[in-house]
């Protein structure tokens, strides 16, 4: 069993779609899989079609009162076959101050997984665009780091002190957690600027190994997807982004992540621009 957690405090750099298309990907290929919606935005929960307004309890209940809520009222089945979602709801925007004060707030979600192990083959947590408590449980609650970095000249803005989180998250809470995964998304083969970003992360040493070979190329059917609530498999299954993110759903399934053994630790700064 792995559990993802699909990172980068950045808004709007490809994890929401990552996080469904691979998700669907993984099912497709037979996996029985969960998505954890942590961000307020629900943009997961949405895009895999579940209706925000018919959520009795949402991952919002799990976290803030897990002695009142059971995982069957809050996990969801979707549009798709071995699919699960434990939505979020807007509720969670407040859980960080809701959380102020109590003790252990941070294995709040490492915990209401637990159950959850025997039940699937991957869960795959979407965190919101920042690096507050949600993202620090689930860096807590995950044994696996995956970035999303779109292929954009700020691409690296910020990755310094992502890493400086996951290594201090390593250190303190979560020995266990790895990074296994660095996506470039948004790709466009036909500038230099797209190329030289995956030159670049080639080129750092802590994730040049966990790279995947396949980049996310841009595509407005993903976009298209995600408003018509479906996963772009299902949406348009021949065009690009379909083929992109099959693709990766394969590298991910047959990774040997006992093989990738980055040193989280080393906190070396990564100059942040490109030219
Ligand atoms: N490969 C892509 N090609 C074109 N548009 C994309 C691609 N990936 C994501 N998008 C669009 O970019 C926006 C931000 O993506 P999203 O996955 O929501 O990012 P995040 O979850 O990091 O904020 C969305 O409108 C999404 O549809
Ligand atoms: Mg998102």
């Known amino acids: 069993m792995r ?47 579940i209706d925000t307004s018919e959520i009795e309890k949402s991952v919002f209940e799990l976290l803030v009162e897990p002695k ?4 069957e009222d809050v996990i969801l089945e979707t549009q798709y076959e071995n699919l699960h979602i434990a939505p979020a709801s807007i509720e969670l925007s407040e859980f960080e101050s809701r ?8 294995n709040r979600l490492k915990k209401a997984l637990l159950p959850l192990h025997s039940l699937y083959d991957f869960i795959i947590l979407d965190t919101p665009p920042s690096l507050g408590l949600l993202s620090v449980n689930a860096l807590n609650a995950a044994n696996e780091v995956q970035i999303a ?52 992360v080639m080129n750092i040493e802590l994730l040049s190994n966990c790279v995947f070979k396949t980049c996310i190329r841009q ?15 299902t949406y348009d299954p021949s065009c690009t982004g379909a083929e992109d993110y099959l693709s990766l759903s394969k590298e991910i399934c047959l990774q040997n992540i006992s093989q990738i053994t980055p040193d989280v630790t080393a906190n070396k700064n990564i100059e942040t621009t490109v030219e």
């Open 3 to 49: 559990i993802i957690s699909v990172c980068n405090q950045k808004g709007g750099c490809g994890k929401t779609t990552t996080v469904i298309n691979v998700a669907a990907g993984l099912a497709k290929l037979g996996q029985r899989v969960l998505v954890v919606d942590l961000d307020s935005q629900c943009n997961a929960t949405t895009g895999l079609g």
């Open 68 to 71: 009142k809520t059971n995982l």
């Open 99 to 106: 959380m102020a004060g109590e003790i252990g707030r941070e």
């Open 149 to 200: 970095l779109q292929a954009h000249p700020f691409a690296f803005d910020g990755l310094n002190l992502l890493l400086e989180t996951i290594s201090l998250i390593k250190e303190e809470l979560n020995p266990k957690l790895k990074i296994t995964g660095l996506v470039v998304t948004m790709f466009d083969s036909r500038t230099k600027l797209s190329r030289e970003i995956v030159d670049k």
């Open 219 to 233: 595509n407005v059917k993903l976009a298209e997807a995600v408003k018509a609530r479906k996963s772009v498999l």
